[in-house]
């Protein structure tokens, strides 16, 4: 059973920057795709960035892309998002997730999450 627990998430002004992180426990973390998924108010979750076992290929949502920067340190168990130039329609709940068969921007393909951490963008 793996474990992931995010933290990271507060409340920021518009331009501003934060870094997510997901530590994972009781697996083997090299054997997952990772990838970050959020879920505003009223809507629903939506992919946001995932990356690779090895961390060497990612991909990203469009809206987030050139703005946010996934990336994960195997040694450390841990992933991470680099949230730069934030935008109050980045106000989400923040969840990570790990995929052990693949490599997918379908949340219905992981197969483990983590509680979520939220992030607030004001404007």
């Known amino acids: 059973q793996v474990q992931l627990v995010e933290s990271g998430g507060g409340p920021v002004q518009a331009g501003g920057s934060l870094r997510l992180a997901c530590a994972a426990s009781g697996g083997t973390f090299s054997s997952y795709a990772m990838g970050w998924f959020r879920q505003a108010p009223g809507k629903e979750r939506e992919f946001v960035a995932v990356i690779s076992r090895s961390g060497g290929s990612t991909s990203y949502a469009d809206s987030v892309k050139g703005r946010f920067t996934i990336s994960r340190d195997n040694a450390q168990n841990t992933m991470y998002l680099q949230m730069n130039n934030l935008k109050p329609e980045d106000t989400a709940v923040y969840y990570c997730?790990?995929?052990?068969?693949?490599?997918?921007?379908?949340?219905?393909?992981?197969?483990?999450w983590g509680q979520g951490t939220q992030v607030t963008v004001s404007s």
């Open positions: 997730a790990a995929d052990l068969l693949g490599y997918s921007t379908k949340g219905s393909r992981y197969d483990y």
